[in-house]
């Protein structure tokens, strides 16, 4: 059972990235700084979804819009 989210970061922006659910273990939202060092460096609000091993991916979508999708798998 896989999610379908957004993906956040730079060279993938807004392409679809799908998630085995099971292995998710937080989804919290909160900031990315992009372009650091640079004089056009800003932050982004995005959500974060971790798995242990796998690592963190940044999305677009809301952290409530995960909880959902997790919800009707019944996770």
Do not use: C
Not at 30 to 47: A, H, K, P
Request: hydrophobic share 35%.
């Amino acid at each position: 059972m896989f999610i379908k989210v957004s993906n956040a970061a730079k060279d993938l922006l807004y392409k679809p990235l799908y998630i085995r659910a099971d292995v998710i273990l937080t989804v919290y939202e909160g900031t990315s700084l992009r372009n650091e060092g640079t004089y056009d460096e800003y932050t982004e609000d995005v959500t974060f979804i971790f798995s242990p091993t796998h690592g963190t991916w940044e999305v677009l979508d809301s952290a409530e819009d995960v909880y959902k999708q997790l919800s009707q798998l019944g996770l």
